[in-house]
């Protein structure tokens, strides 16, 4: 059996409830995962106004949701009281918050098929023509207002709902800086500009030079532009999602064909 991870060791950043597929994706290629979430996600700390707005979501003729963060916390709410409006229209913001809105049952969902984000989502036939349509934006606190502004410029009337919050977790970061400094660390793996932020800030002054020269391996342009900015020095762009970092972890780290040394590719 080929183990083309075989002997590296890749930091998992994502959220602890999250990290479980690709930690386990890592491990069936060889490789060993360091579970390190940057972002703990919470409920908001006030639940009134999502419970309010599920009481009227048959105003609306369309429902954004921006993460899989935002479908868990928004329809588990919705489902606790009601069924969602046969009328209204489901959006996603990306292919893994769609797939999140089928394990909901949420089967028909407007979703962008190359990009995965605001601006590919506002690309799409249905989100062009939205004039006099209500739309309501399931998301976190805080985030871009890309979505919304646009739609408002289109002619909608949009509300946004804050359905959770991300906090940076409070972290031991002793084992991790050790791991960096006896070699343990290969790779990052980054999915938010807020998540790396975070990572900077969590291990402090102490871990910033190796954890700039270690290979961080994002699955956006602006990642990828936030790091460079904050002085990273090997960024490697992937594809979005799991499939995507995993894709780009395999071909930064493949066996050349004699003498199975790793290939280094970066952008």
Partial sequence: MIHPLAGIHVLVTRPAHQA?????????????????PVLEILDTAN????????ERLDEFDLAIFVSPNAVRKAMNRIRERRTLPARLKIAAVGQGTARELRNFGVNEVIAP?????SEALLDTPELTQVAGKHVVIFRGDGGRELLGETLLERG????????YRRIKPNS?????????????????????????RNLC?????AGQAPLKKTPL?????RIVQAARKLGFGQVILTPAGDDGLMEGLLNYFRPEASGGNRVSTKI
């Fill in 20 to 36: 479980r597929a690709l930690a386990d994706r890592i491990r069936a290629t060889g490789g060993d995962p360091i579970l390190f």
């Fill in 47 to 54: 639940q009134r106004p999502l419970l309010e707005l599920t």
């Fill in 113 to 117: 098929t190359i990009r995965f984000d």
């Fill in 156 to 163: 909608a009337s949009v509300e946004y709902v804050e359905c």
């Fill in 172 to 196: 031991d970061v002793a084992p991790l800086l050790l791991a960096w400094t006896t070699g343990r660390i290969n790779a990052i793996t980054i999915t938010s500009s807020e998540g790396l």
């Fill in 201 to 205: 800030d969590m291990v402090g002054e």
């Fill in 217 to 221: 391996f994002a699955s956006h342009e």
